[in-house]
């Protein structure tokens, strides 16, 4: 959970393709390369057009400055996180649990049943995941490619609203 001095500093403003570009670096910043966790830029631009998916900027109140972000998808009663990142210098600081409770609250203010989302196995962000109440469901073997070669699996994790 955000801290209430945290709620007073950072502000979640809807997101739309003129914030692609702060997008993409914070996902640069956040994922590097190591991992194979980031999203293209076309990917981005591909998918915020399409029904349900919404974009959430979290900026910080003095400057206004992008800080995180996450794209989200609802269908029908479910709700799926497809990507949450923090700029590295602004991490610690509960703006992940501010996005993190934002898509949950939304989802439940929609009527969504079920959230859920992928993320590598290893990833710091499983800590935020599992404090926030999702649970693995399931894991998708060898399923990130990292830059080296290498793969890592990823965990399938749902939270029952």
Do not use: K
């Amino acid at each position: 959970m955000a801290t209430p001095a945290l709620a007073a500093a950072v502000r979640l403003d809807r997101g739309c393709f003129a914030d692609l570009d702060a997008v993409m670096r914070i996902m640069e910043a956040a994922f590097g390369t190591a991992y194979g966790e980031a999203w293209t830029r076309s990917q981005c631009a591909g998918i915020l057009p399409m029904a349900g998916v919404e974009l959430t900027i979290a900026r910080t109140e003095e400057e206004g400055e992008p800080a995180g972000f996450s794209l989200v998808r609802m269908v029908a009663d479910e709700s799926e996180l497809l990507l949450l990142a923090v700029t590295p210098e602004q991490r610690r600081q509960g703006i992940g649990s501010r996005l993190l409770d934002g898509f949950v609250d939304q989802a439940r203010d929609q009527g969504v049943r079920r959230v859920h989302l992928e993320v590598r196995d290893g990833n710091p962000a499983t800590i935020l995941y599992r404090n926030s109440g999702f649970v693995q469901a399931g894991r998708r073997r060898n399923y990130y490619h990292g830059e080296d070669g290498r793969r890592f699996d990823a965990l399938t994790l749902v939270r029952d609203l």
